[in-house]
């Protein structure tokens, strides 16, 4: 007729994706912030990682976190991992979900070659909130056009406003 539940130790669920999933590694030691205690720091120790993927590509990964009595259990938590990978970051190529044509799904954008609207077909990857990673397709020096595409046909002749 009751529960009794520990709190001295809790267990923080994430789902990290594949492209990071070889950052981590068991024991590692990860900062921990919880929405509704803002002002207190937590820590955790990746105590287990899954040998398998779900069907979106994330690997379900357990946090242990020791409780230093704030936390109750069913709170929410975001852990943030501390990954090795700068350069990447840094190099990413990403354009505005807004810039695709028919949706980022098609892949398609319009860039501007000599005057005229140019329809290409891009490799995505990521969506980064409004952003979206571009793998292949641009070179990163392109203007990319993100506003009236509906009105474009390839090679259409084009006046830049901003």
Request: glycine share 14%.
């Given at each position: 007729m009751f529960e009794i539940v520990n709190i001295n130790s809790l267990k923080l669920s994430v789902l990290v994706d594949e492209s990071q999933i070889g950052r981590i590694a068991l024991g590692q030691e990860v900062p921990i912030n919880v929405n509704v205690l803002p002002e207190d720091s937590f820590s955790g120790r990746i105590t287990f990682i899954a040998p398998k993927s779900d069907a979106s590509l994330n690997f379900p990964v357990e946090i242990e976190v020791q409780n230093k009595g704030n936390l109750k259990a069913g709170m929410y938590a975001t852990a943030l991992f501390k990954t090795n990978h700068g350069a990447e970051t840094?190099?990413?190529?990403?354009?505005p979900a807004e810039a695709f044509v028919n949706g980022?799904?098609?892949?398609?954008?319009?860039?501007?070659?000599?005057?005229?609207?140019?329809?290409?077909?891009?490799?995505i990857g990521k969506v980064y909130g409004d952003k979206v990673q571009i793998l292949s397709g641009l070179n990163?020096?392109?203007?990319?056009?993100?506003?009236?595409?509906?009105?474009?046909?390839?090679?259409?002749k084009i006046n830049i406003v901003k």
């Open positions: 840094q190099n990413m190529l990403t354009v980022v799904s098609s892949g398609q954008l319009f860039v501007v070659q000599n005057g005229a609207a140019k329809l290409i077909k891009v490799t990163g020096g392109e203007q990319v056009i993100t506003s009236g595409q509906i009105n474009l046909e390839n090679g259409s």
